[in-house]
């Protein structure tokens, strides 16, 4: 599963995403900061951060801890 977690500078409910991924143990995924791009502002400005499979299109919006992020990702 190809995952990409979007996110802003400065946000800290991103870095506790990030303690979350960590503590899942979930070995690559990749980062976007949607600063500055408007079209991921659009979609994304209110949600971040946010999880996104790009194999099949599904994201899980923040808050989720390791074990909902484990059964999204199942």
């Given at each position: 599963?190809?995952?990409?977690?979007?996110?802003?500078?400065?946000?800290?409910?991103?870095?506790?995403?990030?303690?979350?991924?960590?503590?899942?143990?979930?070995?690559?995924f990749e980062s976007v900061f949607i600063d500055g791009d408007?079209?991921?502002?659009?979609?994304?400005?209110?949600?971040?951060?946010?999880?996104?499979?790009?194999?099949?299109?599904?994201?899980?919006?923040?808050?989720?801890?390791?074990?909902?992020m484990q059964a999204w990702r199942a």
């Amino acid at each position: 599963m190809a995952l990409i977690l979007y996110q802003r500078d400065d946000c800290h409910l991103c870095d506790l995403a990030l303690d979350v991924l960590a503590l899942a143990r979930v070995p690559d995924f990749e980062s976007v900061f949607i600063d500055g791009d408007d079209a991921l502002e659009a979609r994304y400005g209110t949600r971040v951060p946010v999880l996104r499979n790009t194999f099949d299109g599904s994201e899980l919006d923040w808050p989720f801890d390791a074990e909902r992020m484990q059964a999204w990702r199942a």
